[in-house]
């Protein structure tokens, strides 16, 4: 029997709300599998916007000092 077989003879035993939620579920995963590799995108986007927003603040004068710190680190 095949893995698709016995998942539709689970899947029959289950009652119809379980059976939609599972049908989500399948839903989500063929969503995942089009993305492909969509975290490692929106992680590059993540990195470029944070990089975006922040861009000249370097230059900045910090209103905090060392003393501001609660905990010193060697």
């Known amino acids: 029997m095949s893995v ?7 899947l029959r035993a289950l ?6 939620q ?3 579920f ?3 995963l063929e969503h995942r599998a089009r ?3 969509g975290a490692a995108e929106d992680a590059e986007w993540s990195a470029f916007s944070l990089a975006a927003a922040m861009r000249g603040m370097e230059d ?3 209103p905090y000092s060392t003393d501001d710190l609660k ?3 060697s």
Not at 15 to 20: I, K, L, T, V
């Open 4 to 10: 698709a077989e016995e998942a539709i003879q689970h």
């Open 15 to 20: 009652p119809e709300p379980m059976q939609a």
């Open 22 to 24: 599972v049908l989500e």
């Open 26 to 28: 399948i839903e989500q």
């Open 35 to 37: 993305e492909g590799n």
């Open 60 to 62: 900045e004068p910090s």
């Open 71 to 73: 905990e010193r680190f």
